[in-house]
């Protein structure tokens, strides 16, 4: 279950939890990881290669658009405009998917995680919303407090489940945190989505800080022992408590 933690936030509290494969990122379920960008692994300023098997490495062409290999992953400097492509990774509408990300932001103001050439993004737009745009819309996501502080490494988790309601989660570190904008703290949108870029929205609003390791699912929920499973996976590579 998810239980109440301090200042209203959520923690997941289970008993048992379902080992993370560091071979492929399989978990055992019906989710499928689409895109592994595994930490310290296949790593340079040109390119991260792939770790899920789905050969869906990003890659920066332009010497100068390309991020810093700096204390085994990323830093990207937004005023070079630091992206990366990779092939798209396509969510139908009302389709589950889950983002794991470790960063350490150095501003937190628009600073696009994963985007797409037209339209849809993802973003950190301030030091406590999440902005997600899709085939439906675009939603402000206003998280209590200012989790997405500069200078700290972190893990950042957002989730959406599957079904007709499309519910938005958002997690730092493994605990989920309370959504202020929305009925019963949860945020909607079932829209499709399409990433085939990061570190930018769709080549403006470029990411400034570290990216360490990204991990995408997609198709079915993750169970909470299986989400639990990632979160230490990543807890105790990045040595984040």
Same mark, same amino acid.
């Given at each position: 279950?998810?239980?109440?933690?301090?200042?209203?936030?959520?923690?997941?509290?289970?008993?048992?939890?379902? %080992?993370?494969?560091?071979? =492929?990122?399989? @978990? #055992?379920?019906?989710? @499928?990881?689409?895109?592994?960008?595994?930490?310290? !692994?296949?790593? !340079?300023?040109?390119?991260?290669?792939?770790?899920? #098997?789905?050969?869906? /490495?990003?890659?920066?062409?332009?010497? *100068?658009?390309?991020?810093?290999? =700096? =204390?085994? *992953?990323?830093?990207? %400097?937004?005023?070079?405009?630091?992206?990366?492509?990779?092939?798209?990774?396509?969510?139908?509408e009302s389709e589950a998917f889950f983002v794991f990300m470790v960063i350490d932001l150095d501003a937190a103001s628009n600073e696009s995680l994963l985007g797409e050439s037209a339209? @849809?993004?993802?973003?950190?737009?301030?030091?406590? !919303?999440?902005?997600?745009?899709?085939?439906?819309? !675009?939603?402000?996501?206003?998280?209590? *407090?200012?989790?997405?502080?500069?200078?700290?490494?972190?893990?950042?988790?957002?989730?959406?489940?599957?079904?007709?309601?499309?519910?938005? /989660?958002?997690?730092?570190?493994?605990?989920?945190?309370?959504?202020?904008?929305?009925?019963? *703290?949860?945020q909607q949108n079932i829209g499709a989505i399409s990433f085939d870029t990061l570190g930018t929205r769709h080549g403006d609003q470029f990411f400034g800080g570290h990216m360490y390791? @990204?991990?995408?699912?997609?198709?079915?929920?993750?169970?909470? #022992?299986?989400?639990? #499973?990632?979160?230490?996976?990543?807890?105790?590579? /990045?040595?984040?408590?």
């Open positions: 279950m998810l239980g109440l933690a301090n200042g209203g936030l959520k923690a997941l509290d289970i008993t048992q939890t379902v %080992d993370f494969n560091t071979t =492929d990122a399989s @978990v #055992g379920g019906s989710a @499928v990881c689409q895109l592994w960008l595994k930490y310290n !692994t296949n790593l !340079t300023s040109a390119q991260w290669d792939d770790a899920s #098997g789905n050969s869906r /490495h990003v890659a920066q062409s332009t010497s *100068g658009n390309r991020a810093t290999v =700096d =204390d085994n *992953g990323l830093l990207f %400097d937004p005023s070079t405009n630091n992206h990366y492509d990779f092939t798209a990774i396509v969510v139908a339209s @849809v993004f993802l973003t950190i737009n301030d030091n406590n !919303t999440i902005k997600f745009k899709t085939s439906e819309g !675009t939603d402000n996501i206003n998280c209590e *407090g200012t989790p997405f502080a500069t200078g700290e490494k972190f893990i950042l988790g957002i989730q959406r489940d599957e079904g007709p309601q499309g519910r938005i /989660h958002i997690y730092k570190n493994g605990v989920k945190l309370h959504i202020t904008n929305a009925a019963l *703290g949860q390791e @990204v991990l995408v699912y997609d198709t079915a929920n993750l169970s909470i #022992g299986e989400t639990k #499973g990632i979160f230490n996976y990543l807890k105790t590579t /990045h040595s984040i408590t």
